[in-house]
């Protein structure tokens, strides 16, 4: 094969540090250098250094450092040649290979590029349907947002985007895995996913169509529809318009974060230009860390009645710990971010902004306007309800500040605000100090689980089962093929079935196994206690057994397991008590059939 060097040295004297990094971190200029908060851990000061110079970046917290490929590999969790590739676009220098040494492009270069195919055809086919151009215009878009957010329209067609994406040589493995196409049910061919919908191209930092993003244009669920997860997408981790927001929130230092791509669009377009959108999920740790690189002020602006805002009340903890300062933005009943600055309310968004409260002074609102205060009765319910938000709040200075706050509404009150407070006090001790013992006894119970366990010893299959299914998530064993020849629903117990089924999902959506998305969506199932078993407790020697092994013991023990229950109709006919035409009599025979032939071809 004919040699190959990429330019390195043409691609890293053309291309600014600064610039590259900028997309990903929020930089400020000290003295010659420029810092900023590392994307690479969590940390409160700066210590994220870019030498302009030198092209070369360092982190004095973690001791991360390098050239531009070092960053783009690290923060894009990219190959070295796809770090080259990327940058070489982004800095106009022309990669040109010999027909022999050429390579392919990786897969992330070709979902990129069907999404880029995409993104055109959903464009022009804007310009074409009046409809649509009529609903943009409604909703109160000038072409100049249109153009500058890239907005498209899919149209009321099953098939119009993959016959054009056949056209510009797309292939049809390199669509499915973008989202762009779906396989029929019955397997005979695919369509389009995207039909009769406004489409918002989901852009990442480095302004490259990641995924999309359809809203339908009339009363059709879902009314939302996104990209599913892909090599580029990733919802957990990814923010709508943060692209555009990143530079804007260097200068404010706060992000506005909203539930809609609409929202995000009228607030960046009304002024807000520091404001994104969550991907239709509750903020997660993930979209925490890309946060971090930028702020840590962030103001939450949900629908107050929208599963978004419960969510977000939820995500509380996740912000607190990474040391976010977070407030809450009251919105009117019944508006959200779009209504209100397309009516023309800009001044009153702004002043919403900055009468934003602090989560714990939010929730203890909503608890305080749930009750009558004009009566007794109505004060203690209310109290009794804000006392066990008070006693989540771990800072010390603001309890005390809310306590004060509170005390007016203490039936007490009148005797001596002390009093009230005192009371007000003890009561939320008394919550903290039951708080306190639940977990201690909670982690007891957790210390004397794996003795617990010890009285039911797993099975030589269950314990192949699981041994698998780690090896699957550990070392990227091919899922598709595992559960080819054991699908999840024939896994010995429930919790197995279930983390089966999670494991083929996500390896046939993305390609890989990511510990967090697992993790996330095994939480609450029955297979949520396997995973942690899994994870924390299989020895690395175990993962080095070979699968075919593996596999070989349970499809024995398959076989064992029928061959029983052959014995057992087998009896049963000899006896008469089953005869032709019986449901089990069928099944002795499908057995048999079973059971002569190698196990799943």
């Known amino acids: 094969m004919d040699s190959f060097r990429y330019p390195v040295e043409e691609i890293r004297e053309k291309c600014d540090l600064v610039e590259i990094v900028s997309a990903y971190v929020a ?10 908060l590392c994307p690479f851990h969590n940390e409160k000061t700066p210590s994220f250094n870019v030498n302009p110079d030198r092209q070369w970046w360092k982190c004095f917290g973690c001791g991360e450092g390098g050239d531009v490929f070092d960053f783009v590999q690290k923060i894009d969790n990219a190959s070295f040649p796809e770090a080259v590739e990327r940058l070489a676009q982004k800095c106009g220098v022309k990669i040109d290979r010999s027909e022999k040494g050429a390579r392919e492009y990786s897969e992330r270069e070709r979902i990129l590029r069907a999404n880029n195919v995409a993104s055109a055809f959903f464009r022009s086919a804007m310009m074409r349907s009046q409809a649509a151009k009529d609903y943009l215009v409604k909703r109160g878009l000038t072409d100049s947002s249109i153009e500058k957010y890239r907005l498209g329209y899919a149209p009321d067609s099953w098939d119009q985007l993959m016959e054009h994406l056949a056209k510009e ?76 927001a990143r530079h804007a929130v260097s200068k404010e230092d706060r992000l506005i974060v909203v539930e809609g791509y609409m929202d995000a669009i009228a607030a960046q377009e009304a002024g807000f230009e ?21 702020t840590k002020n962030v103001v939450l602006a949900f629908d107050a009645d929208s599963a978004g805002m419960n969510a977000a009340l939820r995500s509380a903890p996740i912000f607190e710990q990474a040391g976010f300062s977070v407030r809450i933005m ?6 959200d971010p779009d209504s ?72 007490n009150f009148g005797t001596g605000m002390t009093l009230a407070e005192d009371q007000i006090r003890g009561d939320m001790s008394r919550i903290r100090s039951r708080s306190t013992r639940r977990h201690s006894r909670g982690a ?40 080819e020849r054991l699908p999840p629903k024939e896994f010995t117990d429930e919790s197995a ?24 969506e095994a939480a609450g199932t029955p297979a949520e206690s396997l995973l942690n078993d899994l994870l924390f407790g299989l020895d690395e020697s175990e993962l080095n057994h070979p699968v075919e092994q593996i596999m070989a013991v349970i499809e024995n023990h398959k076989k064992n397991e029928k061959r029983q229950r052959m014995r057992e109709l087998s009896r049963k006919i000899n006896e008469g008590s089953i005869k032709r035409g019986d449901e089990e009599y069928e099944e002795y025979y499908r057995l048999a059939r079973e059971t002569s032939s190698p196990w799943r071809r």
């Open 274 to 294: 520091h404001t994104v959108a969550t991907m239709g999920t509750a903020l997660t740790t993930e979209h925490v860390s890309v946060i971090s690189r930028f």
């Open 444 to 483: 007891a119970l957790e210390d004397k689980a794996p003795a617990a366990r010890e009285d039911k010893p797993l099975s030589l299959v269950q314990k192949s089962e699981r041994l698998l299914l780690g090896i699957i998530i550990f070392r990227g064993a091919e899922a598709s093929k595992v559960f």
């Open 330 to 335: 009251s919105m009117p009943k019944g508006e």
């Open 497 to 520: 079935q279930i983390l089966a089924e999670l494991l083929g999902r996500q390896s046939a959506q993305t390609g890989k196994i990511d510990q967090e998305t697992l993790r996330a």
């Open 27 to 36: 930089l400020r200029k000290r003295g010659k250098t420029f810092i900023g």
């Open 169 to 244: 040589r797309v292939s049809q493995a390199d669509a499915v895995r973008a989202g762009l196409i779906v396989p029929r049910e019955n397997s005979q061919g695919f369509y389009d996913r995207f039909r009769s919908r406004l489409i918002f191209p989901i852009l990442d930092t480095s302004e490259r169509v990641i995924a999309f993003g359809g809203r339908a244009m009339g009363d059709v669920e879902p009314k939302y529809l996104n990209s599913p997860e892909s090599p580029l997408f990733a919802k957990n981790k990814t923010l709508y318009g943060l692209n555009f």
């Open 340 to 411: 209100m600055l397309r009516g023309g309310d800009v001044s009153r968004f702004a002043a919403l902004i900055e009468q934003a409260q602090p989560i714990p002074d939010y929730r203890i609102g909503l608890a305080l306007a749930k009750h009558d205060l004009s009566t007794d009765t109505g004060k203690v319910e209310a109290l009794n309800e804000a006392v066990v938000v008070l006693a989540e709040v771990d800072g010390a200075m603001d309890r005390e500040r809310l306590i004060r706050e509170l005390a007016r509404y203490h039936p």
